[in-house]
């Protein structure tokens, strides 16, 4: 158990780290975490049902602080008039509609197998081996349709850039 519990949190802490970009944040996420794992520890049947509730708790924890920020950012952006904030709230409305748009591009785009593949590498940030296993695929054609979800996607939007 102690043995998950490590493994959990410095993967927790990648992830969330990657979502929120603020090591603070990013622990009190992971904390925040665990003691809700604790309230339904009777729930979770073994390693990997307690890790994928975990995952999925704390990129909703993210999600929730994250919309807690945005409402901030909202308000403090109309009391400012600097041009600086101004020009920084919209290189980040650029880069969160440009997010929008790749979204968008692997739902409407990829087969389910594919978007399954891409979410559990790049978001859950699971080993190709461990993707194999779960979808009890050889290793070789997990990595094939990685590849070929991220050429999909970088050819499409590299053809939406040239308009």
Request: proline share 1%.
């Given at each position: 158990?102690?043995?998950?519990?490590i493994?959990?949190?410095?993967?927790?802490?990648?992830?969330?780290?990657?979502?929120?970009?603020?090591?603070?944040?990013?622990?009190?996420?992971?904390?925040?975490?665990?003691?809700?794992?604790?309230?339904?520890?009777?729930r979770?049947?073994?390693?990997?049902?307690?890790?994928?509730?975990?995952?999925?708790?704390?990129?909703?924890?993210?999600?929730?602080?994250?919309?807690?920020?945005?409402?901030?950012?909202?308000?403090?952006?109309?009391n400012?008039?600097?041009?600086?904030?101004?020009?920084?709230?919209?290189?980040?409305?650029?880069?969160?509609?440009?997010?929008?748009?790749?979204?968008?591009?692997?739902?409407?785009?990829?087969?389910?197998?594919?978007?399954?593949?891409l979410?559990?590498?790049?978001?859950k940030?699971?080993?190709?081996?461990?993707?194999?296993?779960?979808?009890?695929?050889?290793?070789?054609?997990?990595?094939?349709?990685?590849?070929?979800?991220?050429?999909?996607?970088?050819?499409?939007?590299?053809?939406?850039n040239?308009?």
């Amino acid at each position: 158990m102690q043995q998950l519990f490590i493994q959990l949190k410095s993967r927790l802490l990648r992830i969330t780290g990657s979502l929120l970009g603020n090591n603070e944040d990013a622990a009190d996420a992971v904390q925040e975490t665990f003691c809700r794992l604790w309230q339904i520890r009777d729930r979770l049947y073994d390693d990997k049902d307690t890790t994928a509730v975990a995952i999925q708790t704390a990129k909703n924890i993210c999600i929730d602080q994250l919309r807690r920020k945005k409402v901030i950012q909202f308000e403090s952006l109309e009391n400012k008039h600097d041009q600086n904030s101004t020009d920084n709230a919209l290189k980040h409305f650029e880069a969160t509609d440009e997010c929008r748009y790749i979204l968008e591009l692997i739902n409407l785009c990829l087969t389910p197998l594919q978007r399954q593949i891409l979410e559990m590498r790049e978001i859950k940030e699971m080993e190709i081996q461990e993707i194999a296993t779960i979808l009890n695929m050889q290793p070789t054609a997990v990595r094939m349709h990685l590849s070929r979800a991220r050429k999909e996607i970088r050819n499409l939007y590299i053809k939406k850039n040239e308009r």
